[in-house]
């Protein structure tokens, strides 16, 4: 009784795990728009190999860039203000 429980929870995890397998269209499909994407982020960071493959880097670096801009332009604002 036991075999035919564990033959049968084996054959359905084999035929989830088919249905979830990528085709490999699919596969070179998501593979083609994630090497897009790190080549997009790494473009928005200076050349140096810290950010080579390190996207979580990459985004941080490109965070606090953008925080350094809002805080320059507040404090032109500020500037102009008290003129």
Same mark, same amino acid.
């Given at each position: 009784?036991?075999?035919? @429980?564990? %033959?049968? !929870?084996? +054959?359905? =995890?084999?035929?989830? #795990?088919?249905?979830?397998?990528?085709?490999? /269209?699919?596969?070179?499909? @998501?593979? %083609?728009? !994630?090497? +897009?994407? =790190?080549?997009?982020? #790494?473009?928005?960071?200076?050349?140096?190999? /810290?950010?080579?493959?390190?996207?979580?880097?990459?985004?941080?670096?490109?965070?606090?860039?953008?925080?350094?801009?809002?805080?320059?332009?507040? /404090?032109?604002?500020?500037?102009?203000?008290?003129?």
């Amino acid at each position: 009784m036991n075999e035919q @429980i564990h %033959d049968r !929870l084996a +054959r359905i =995890k084999e035929q989830i #795990e088919e249905y979830h397998r990528p085709s490999l /269209e699919d596969a070179k499909l @998501i593979n %083609d728009l !994630l090497w +897009r994407y =790190k080549k997009a982020l #790494e473009g928005l960071t200076p050349n140096g190999s /810290e950010f080579v493959n390190d996207p979580e880097y990459c985004a941080e670096f490109i965070r606090e860039r953008q925080r350094g801009w809002v805080r320059r332009l507040g /404090e032109a604002k500020r500037k102009k203000a008290n003129q």
